[in-house]
Every structure is written in C-alpha cells, then in structure tokens.
C-alpha cells in the first residue's frame, strides 16, 4: 500500500522572512497513527497546515495519497479538504451556530441527508462527553468543551485523514487520555491519524511513532519500540 | 466511551439533492439571520430603500411630465385665420365643410366677438380692449389635425378664404427648454442616484461579509465550495432586495400622496384634469423583482471578491 | 530569564497629559485606519457623499429659484392705461413727471405703436395683427414701485390722465401655483434624503463597529473606558464626515457646471441674464464642517448604543 | 494584612441554567500565589471571570481588598479592571496591532508616556522569549508565542493580582516551567497570582496552595505542605 502521505524536502518560509520548515521529510502509512512534537515555535503547526492546505510550501512535495499537493488550485483545494479532518489549535468554532451544528458541518458539506447526519452527531457528541449540551452556543461552553466540539467535528466524516493540531491544551488528563484512546480507535475504521503536541507524557504513554521538530527541522523520528529508550 | 461512531456511510461527493437542499436552507437561513436583526435590518433595508425610491420617483416624476407634455402636444391645433370680408354664414359653412375632410379630426368656429374675448383672457389686457372701438379681429378655424400637422397646413393654406395658416411656435419653443432643462436636471440626479443605490447596496452586502470574514473562512477551511459560502449571501442580499424595492413602492406612495393635492391645483389653474400616476401592477412587480436581483447581483459580486481574497495559497 | 520587570513606577491613574496623547493618537490612528483600506473607505465616503449631496442641491435648487421669483417680484410693475384723447407730449410729460415722484422707482412710457408690437409677440397673432385697420391702443405708462406697491396704485389712479391701472393677477396666480408646487416636491425630497443621510451614516459607522466587535470587548476587559474606546470612533466618523462633505461639494459643483449651459438657454429665452449660483466660500466651509460634526455625532451615537449593549455585567 | 481577595458563598446560574459555581468560599491573601484545578467544565474560568467582572455572581459577594465587586458599576468597572491582569484562555489579542502595542495597551490605558512603556515592553518580550517578535502581528506567531504575548500583556502593568486562565495550554514543557517560574516571582513586586490549570504535574511541582473545583463546587482546598501526600 502506498503512503497517506509523503514530505519531500519540503521548505516553508513565512512572507516575513522567518523560515518555519527546513528540509522536512518523513511518510505516514494508512492506518498509522503518529505524533509531532516539538518546541513552541518549532513548525508543528505549520506543518499541519501544509496538509490541509491553509499554506503552501516553498520548496519540496507534499503527497496525499497519489495527489501531489501542489497541483491542487480553486476549486479542487475544496474537495482535497473534505478529505483531511482537522482539529484547529484555535478551535475555529462558528460562533452563532449551535455545538450540533457546528459538528454537522462536515457532512452537510458532503450533502449527507440532515435525518443521518443529526443521527451520527449525536453519536459523537455522547461519545465526547458532550450529549447534553448539543443545542448550547460555542461562546456557552468552557474552553475544554470547545476543544472537544472542535474534535468532534473533525472525526465525525471519517476522513482518510485526521490532522490534529494540540488537541487536549484544554483538556484535564483524563479526558486526554481519552481522547487519545479515541485517536488511536481511529487507524481501525482506515482514518491515519497525525497529531501535534507539547505534552511529552501523554504521547510517551501512547507507544506510537514520534516525529520531533526543532527550529523546522526534522531533528527525530522515533519507531513505537525506541520510544522506552527516550 | 468505545461504540464506533460509523453508521450511514458518508459519501465522496454530494449527492444531487444536497445542492437543492442547500438552496432551501440558505432561503429560510438568510432570511432568519434579518429576522434576528430587526433594527439592524431595517437600518439597512431603509437605506436601500431610500437609495431605490429616489431614481425611481424621478422615473415616475419624468413619465407623468412627459404624459402631461403629451396632452398637450396632440391638443396642439392650427388656427386658420379668414380674410376679413368673408361673411359670417360662409365661415360657419367653411368650418362644417373642412370637418368632413378626412385629415381632419375636427374644428372650432371662432368668430372674431369670440376672439376678441381670449384675446382679452389671454394678455391680460382687459380694459384696454374695452376701449377697442370696433372689433377688428378675423373669424378664425381652429383644427385638429388627423394625420400629419405640416402637410395639413400645406393644403390648408391653399383656401381662397385663408388669410393666414399659423402655429404657436414661440409657447413651442419655450416648452421645449423647459423640457430640456428638466431632462438634464433628471440625468444629473439619474447619474448621481444611481451611483447611490449601486454604492449602498455593495457596501451593505460588503460590510456584512466582513462582520462574518472568520465564519466564512472556517468553511474554506472545512472544504466548503465556493458555491456553498456564496448561497446564503446570495440569498440575503436578495431578500434585502425584495424588502427594499416594497419598501421603495411603499415610500413612493406615500410621497404621491403627498403631492396629489397641489398637483390637482395647479393642474386646475390651467383648467386641466390632469392627475398623478403611479406604478401599475405589472411595474410595481417589476419594481420588485429589479430590486431582489439587484441585491442578489450585488451580494454576488462581494461575496466573489473575498472569495478571490481569501485564496492566499495560490500564489 | 530572571531579571525583574518593574523600572517606571505604573501609575494607579491616567495622568493629564495622557488623554490629550490619545486624542491626537486617535485622530492619526483613525486616519490610517481609512487610508490603509482605500477602497472600502471610498466606497463609505461615496455613500456618505451622495447622501449629503442630494439634500444639498435641492437646498441650492430652491434658493436659485427663489432668488430668481425674488428677481420676478422686483420687476412686477404697474401698468397706467392713459385715457384714449391723451395726446403724445401729454403722456410723455406724465411719465417724466411721475418720475420724479419719491414713491416711483422708474417709469416707462409705451407708445401705442410699442404695445402693439408687444402685444405682436405676446399673443402670437402677429399677421392678424396686422389686418388692424388703425392701432387702438392708448398710451400705457409702466411704474416700477419704490415702496408699497398696493398704496401706489391707489394714488395713481386718481390721476385724471388715468383710465386703468392693472396688476397681472393671473400670471402671478399660476407663478404662485408654481411654487407651492415645488415647495411641496422639495418638502417630501428633503424629508426622504435627509432620512437616507441619516440612515447612511448610522449605518456605516454600525457595521464598521460590528466589524471590530472582539476587538473593542478586549479592550473593554483590560479596563479601557468608554471615552478610550469612543475616541477612535468618533475620530473615524468625523474623517468619514469630512472627506463625505468635500465630495459632497465636488459632486454639486459637477452637476452645476452640467447644468450652466441649458440654464442659461432657458434664461436667456425669457430675456434674463440668470446664472447658477454656487455655495459661498463661507457655506461651503459649513458644509464640511456640518458633515464632520454629522459624522461624530452618528458615531457616538452608534458606539454608546454598542458600550450599553455591551456591559452583561449590569444586570 | 486583609486578603486581596475574598469569596463567600459564591453562586453562579448562566442564564441556560447551568450551575457552573455552587457555595464557593475562599480567601486569598496578598502576596499569596495559588493554584485552581478541576476537571473541563469545572467552572474554573468561570471562577476568573467574577474576579475580573465578566461575570457576576447570583448569589454570595467577592470582595477586593475592601471592594464589594457587586458594587462596581458603570465606569468604575474599568478602573477595577485596570488593577487585575488578566491572561485569558483564548488569548484575546487585538488581531491588527503588532506584538508591541498589544503589550503596551494596559500601560497606554494607564496613561503611562510612549517612551517608558516601550522600554517597559521591550523588557518583558525579552524575558518570555519573544524579543524578535515585538514588530509582527498576533496572526503571524504559532499558539505559543500568542499564548506567551497575553501573559506579557497581564503582567506589564504589575497589577495588585495576576489570575492566569490555563497559560501552559499552548506551551512546550520547558516553557512552562519558566512561566511558572515566572508567577512565582511575581508576590515578591506585591503581586498575588491565581492560576487555573489542569496540568497536575506543573501544579503539584510548584508547592503552592490549590483550590479542587468539581462540578462547581470547591471540593478541596490543599495546603503546599500537604500536596506530597495527594
Ligand atoms: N503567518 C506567519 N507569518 C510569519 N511567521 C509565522 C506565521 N505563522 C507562524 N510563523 C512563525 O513560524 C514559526 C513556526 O510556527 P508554528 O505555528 O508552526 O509553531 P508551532 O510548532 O505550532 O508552535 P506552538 O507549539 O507554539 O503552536 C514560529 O516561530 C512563528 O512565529
Ligand atoms: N456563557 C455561558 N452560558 C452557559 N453556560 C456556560 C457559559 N460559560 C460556561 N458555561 C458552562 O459552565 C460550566 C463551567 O464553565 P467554565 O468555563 O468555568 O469551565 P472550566 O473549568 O474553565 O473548564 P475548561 O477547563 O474546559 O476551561 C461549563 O459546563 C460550561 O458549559
Ligand atoms: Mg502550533
Ligand atoms: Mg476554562
């Protein structure tokens, strides 16, 4: 099977001079699921980025699958994004409209039947801890609440990939666990999973592959069974 | 905490539905998105309205001038002045005689005691005609053409008892800059009107989308089409459109109204019945339906602009 | 990463010097804040602009007209129809006598031969006219009025040379019909646009607040007060103001120097020398001043509207 | 001395009706610096927010110093603000100034001249890392350096109290701990810090006093001495 995706020396400068990625190259296996980490500042989420298209490289190839990135322009970058399920560091929540909705989005934008796609969300929302509070606005939950809403939207299309950006900043240990938990279910169903984050402990107790950045370079890419050694 | 999620299987692509499914919400969306808003809407559907009424109630203003400078045209008549020795029972049979003829319409006797009278009415010379020892006035035919004026008058001028055939070409002339004028006063504010409702519509639907940038750019992010963010403003701006070109209809009736009684008094003093026309059914509708599209062209055309903007990765 | 932080002592209040640093950081901030979106701001200006313009020029329409019925009303005269036996050095000897009276601004003697060349032109019968055997007309004696125009004629006619003294009811009547008319028109226009600037400005400056909402709730929450939040507003509607009020001006000379020339066509066919008359440099500099004080006042109207709505605390 | 600030029998109903603070009494002393914990939706950030009056509460009084917070209204509000530096849990930077004037706004507010704000600035940028970052805008930084420019924004004006609203959410290990580190000089200025966070392990290394919130109520109240016992 061919990779999810690929990194190819790929260079990201930022307009302003700052140079975010270096050189970067790695590969994500279909059904692997794997952590980037890195110091504030180190290029994760511009990494993520490049994935679901807000950036665009300098240099270097992101592959999706067969599709080289770079050839995906207008309309096409839509489409690509229905593909990758995101989880914004910043949630990214539409403000006046309610939790059910805003996790409904992703499939109302792939035109799934309002009956089934209310039916699904409900799913997520218990699976989340959040089943009571589908009809509350965003600005009505506390930030934990937030971040899950915004996790809930991104797994509940089943994309091939889910690109998780600090996923559990606001979220107490034993949520993040089970949010982690939750990630790692994700492989099953064929969804890869990329996730972005600072917090060393939960993604040593994980045993999945570790990518490290620093500056924007690739400086590690530790396999599962080295992780103890660390 | 471990049931899968999976149940209906999400489909690659929309299904064809969806795309309609889409439509009917963003109609009932935008439109409950104004509802939310009352003041804030009615703000903006005032100004529109305001913006619609004005080149529209110019429009009205230069239709019921140019109705009004109708009448009056084809009313124009030619008079035909009789030598002075034509006997009184042949200017009568003159008149029955030139009624017949099939270019035309019809004709009024004026002996010269009825001449004398207008002529009096009509410079304000009153007394001093008085004072005319005998009246030296010629009978005169006024006639109505039926066809064309000047080969009438032609024909006419040929009658062994006309002295004179005669237009009124110096009122003519001064009606004529009246109207000139008029027409150039109603570009001018055309041009400046229009300017104003094209300006207002743009900016509201403008600075609505800015109020929305970050909602709008979480549904790129999410992989919505362009189609898909473009909908519900196309839709808003089509109701602001539809409520503002009523409202506009609304506002024009009230200023005819305003206006039926002076214009009626005046028109009086001129012995005429001419009174103000509005909008008929089928241009109210029309008046309508240009204005929903307006706003819906309007909503299109900003909403394509921050679509163009916010592309940053297509450098 | 430990060295401490304090060097200048925080003070608990604002010293007095900072609230003038913010009003003229306000005002170039403001103003960069326009320039940096040129577009948007033109867009805002343009709509502002228009809106004051129209009011505007009808303002200017109805003054020209007035100044011109106040030309009118000067020149009406009087008019002394002489007995009809008056011989010619009499009236002539009349006329210079009666102008030297002090209540007498000029006289004008018209011969017989002159008003029947008049009344030629006036009446358009020209070549019936003509067929008069002999004139009939007396000498008529036209009194421009220095003082009461009602008393003058009074004392004019019991001069024995006088047969009649007339006044042109009719043609006033109908001028008089003309102004109500126009009066009315500029009533309901004045009343839509001024309600349309009204809306305009309020407008603009709303959804411009809407636009920076967050931005406005941080401040509030690090403790500015309403003033440090109001300035730059206020600052923001009084440049939009300006600039609307210069355009509005820019706009009205435009449509003026559209409108010389068919202006002065008309004039010149009822024989005035008429022309166009602009805003004085004094009201011109109103006008602005007036649109940056509208301005303000729609934006501090608009942002006290957004601090109350925006304190859920005071409940 | 009379604690800075004071809470009895504290309540707080959102308007849905959700109970997010439940008879919460507690004291804090001046000079003092504490911890908050509890789950997502504990009420934590709603604990913050009546401190520095987004919030009020339903029933029970917090007092400041001597003030009766019910009794600040209308333009008083914002002088109480400008004595309580705030780093909120999303951030809240003003998106189109640079990193340098989002700093300098409490100091602006306080009327403070140009000059020595700038200096001021400069020195706090220099010590959260950030010094080369004074001139770009809050959109141009990655979560934690937007994360560290909020911090800075709270403590440059050295308010009476710092509560600090999950402030490591977005930061790397180290970081964190330097932060901490960074609170924890603070009392020595006169300063007394509340800090809300689910990160047990920084709270539990840092040996201060932690206030347990669950499900709205202040279930335990610790001790530094006794946190090696939990
Ligand atoms: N739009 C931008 N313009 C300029 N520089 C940027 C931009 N976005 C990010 N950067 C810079 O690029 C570097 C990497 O940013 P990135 O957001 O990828 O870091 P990160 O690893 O996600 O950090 P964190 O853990 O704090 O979120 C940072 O130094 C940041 O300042
Ligand atoms: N404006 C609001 N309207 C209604 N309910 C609210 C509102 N704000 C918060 N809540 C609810 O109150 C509870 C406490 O919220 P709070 O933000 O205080 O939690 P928290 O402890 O800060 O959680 P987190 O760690 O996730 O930030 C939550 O269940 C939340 O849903
Ligand atoms: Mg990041
Ligand atoms: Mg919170």
Chains 1, 4 share one sequence.
């Not at chain 1, 971040?147 to 900043?169: F, H, K, M, N, S």
């Not at chain 2, 509005?278 to 900003?302: D, E």
Request: net charge neutral; aromatic share 4%; glycine share 10%.
């Amino acid at each position: 099977m061919p990779p999810v995706l690929r990194f190819d020396n790929v260079c990201k400068q930022y307009p302003g001079g700052h140079v975010a990625l270096q050189d970067v190259s790695f590969s994500v296996d279909a059904g692997e699921m794997l952590f980037v980490t890195g110091h504030s500042g180190a290029g994760k989420s511009t990494l993520l980025k490049l994935i679901h298209l807000s950036e665009r490289p300098n240099r270097g190839a992101v592959l999706f699958g067969e599709r080289n990135l770079l050839k995906v322009r207008g309309g096409r970058v839509a489409l690509h994004r229905r593909e990758v399920g995101v989880v914004f560091q910043d949630h990214r929540l539409l403000a006046d409209r309610s939790v059910h909705d805003n996790i409904a989005l992703p499939l109302v934008l792939r035109g799934m039947r309002r009956g089934d796609a209310a039916r699904r969300v409900r799913s997520v929302l218990e699976r989340l801890g959040l089943g009571a509070r589908g009809n509350a606005l965003p600005g009505e939950l506390s930030a934990g609440e937030q971040q899950r809403v915004g996790i809930a939207r991104a797994v509940v299309a089943e994309p091939r990939l889910l690109v998780a950006d600090e996923p559990t900043g606001n979220l107490d240990p034993t949520l993040a666990a089970e949010i982690m938990d939750l990630f790692a279910s994700l492989p099953e169903q064929g969804t890869s999973v990329l996730v972005a984050s600072h917090d060393l402990g939960l993604v040593k107790r994980m045993k999945k592959r570790v990518l490290v950045l620093d500056h924007g370079q690739l400086a590690d890419d530790i396999a599962p069974e080295d992780l103890a050694d660390e | 905490m471990n049931e899968p999620i999976a149940r209906a299987k999400v489909p690659a692509r929309s299904r064809p539905g969806a795309w309609l499914d889409h439509h009917a919400y963003s109609v009932v969306a935008s439109l409950g998105r104004l509802l939310r808003r009352p003041w804030s809407t009615a703000l903006t559907v005032g100004v529109m309205a305001v913006a619609l009424a004005l080149p529209l109630g110019l429009w009205l203003v230069l239709a019921n001038v140019e109705r009004f400078a109708g009448d009056v045209q084809a009313s124009r008549q030619l008079s035909i002045f009789l030598k002075q020795d034509t006997a009184d029972a042949r200017a009568a049979e003159l008149a029955a005689e030139l009624g017949r003829r099939a270019d035309i319409g019809g004709v009024e006797h004026r002996s010269p005691a009825q001449g004398l009278e207008e002529l009096r009415e009509r410079s304000g010379l009153d007394e001093a005609i008085d004072m005319l020892g005998e009246n030296p006035l010629p009978h005169v035919l006024i006639v109505t053409p039926a066809g064309d004026e000047a080969l009438l008058a032609d024909s006419l001028r040929t009658l062994p008892e006309a002295e004179l055939v005669q237009h009124d070409a110096g009122w003519r002339q001064r009606l004529d800059g009246w109207l000139r004028f008029g027409g150039r006063v109603a570009w001018v504010l055309a041009a400046l009107l229009g300017l104003g409702a094209l300006l207002v519509v743009g900016n509201t639907v403008r600075l609505d989308i800015q109020s929305r940038r970050e909602e709008l750019g979480v549904l790129q992010l999410l992989g919505a089409s362009d189609g898909f963010i473009r909908r519900p403003f196309l839709y808003l701006g089509a109701w602001y459109g539809l409520a503002a070109g009523a409202l506009a209809l609304g506002l024009l009736a009230v200023a005819g109204a305003a206006l039926r009684l002076p214009l009626a008094d005046l028109a009086a003093s001129y012995g005429s019945g001419f009174a103000l026309q509005g909008f008929t059914p089928r241009q109210a509708l029309a008046v309508v339906a240009g204005a929903t599209v307006l706003g819906w062209l309007g909503a299109g055309a900003v909403t394509g602009h921050f679509l163009r903007q916010t592309r940053p990765t297509e450098t």
